[in-house]
């Protein structure tokens, strides 16, 4: 457990899956959390009675519209920017503008959401973007365009914590492999596939994601910054 009590965070993306975990690991630890979903109305009402958190329902693929969530929070102590679109397929046969949709949503709403929210974010803020073993390693066909996504946030990562380091603000990216949420089922067909590139050949839980984001995001991890943490049971080793 991490001690957030005084502490208000906004996750972008947090009704289900990761974002969810990372919203009951959050608040659970005693941070104010306001975090925004897309579609799952009735999944971020229960999550927000569940933890005391605020939902706000805001489109990661809109630009705009992330720049006004993150200004109208306010200023943050601690930013996950967890939204994530996963579209996979032959590349000659995927649709471009649902291509185009997905790097709306994982590569220019973490970017402007991280620069949004350091505005106002006071000394010592902390910055985690969700991104994936796939920007490290692709073993198989048809994600191209997903690792090309997530690859990206690791230049922002890298970035962005040189820019705003002089204010003891950290920028982090966590790099989840194989994780059972709805976009990834532990028990879905690409899961033998999965674990066959994997030293635990196991699905991670959500929890264990959260785990990782409630350390960079708390006190210990104060010297921590511009780096990739990766949690993928040796999917990229
Ligand atoms: P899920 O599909 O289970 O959940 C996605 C979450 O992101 C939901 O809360 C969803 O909101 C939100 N979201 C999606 N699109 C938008 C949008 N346009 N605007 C606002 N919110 C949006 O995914 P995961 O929990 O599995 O993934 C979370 C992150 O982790 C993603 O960035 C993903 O790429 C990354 N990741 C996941 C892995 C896995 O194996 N699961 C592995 C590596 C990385 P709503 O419910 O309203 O749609």
Do not use: W
């Amino acid at each position: 457990m991490t001690d957030f009590s005084g502490k208000t965070a906004l996750v972008i993306g947090g009704s289900r899956g990761i974002g969810a975990a990372i919203v009951r690991r959050l608040a659970g630890d005693g941070a104010a959390v306001t975090f925004s979903y897309a579609g799952s109305a009735e999944a971020s009402a229960a999550l927000a009675a569940e933890t005391g958190s605020k939902a706000v329902q805001s489109d990661a693929a809109d630009r705009d519209a992330v720049i006004a969530l993150v200004a109208g929070a306010g200023p943050v102590d601690i930013l996950v920017v967890n939204a994530g679109a996963a579209v996979l397929g032959n590349p000659l046969e995927l649709d471009a503008d649902t291509v185009d949709r997905m790097i709306d949503i994982n590569v220019r709403a973490p970017y402007h959401a991280a620069v949004e929210a350091a505005r106002q974010m006071p000394e010592g803020g902390r910055i985690v973007v969700i991104g994936s073993v796939n920007g490290d390693r692709i073993p198989f066909e048809g994600a191209a365009a997903y690792a090309l996504t997530k690859s990206a946030i690791q230049g922002l990562t890298r970035g962005l914590a040189r820019d705003f380091g002089s204010r003891g603000i950290t920028v982090n990216a966590v790099q989840p492999g194989p994780t059972d949420t709805d976009m990834n089922p532990g028990d879905g067909p690409m899961s033998d596939m999965m674990h066959s590139f994997m030293a635990i050949k196991r699905h991670a839980r959500a929890d264990e994601v959260a785990g990782m984001v409630a350390y960079l995001a708390g006190p210990e991890a104060g010297i921590v910054t511009g780096a990739l943490h990766t949690i993928d049971g040796g999917f990229g080793a």
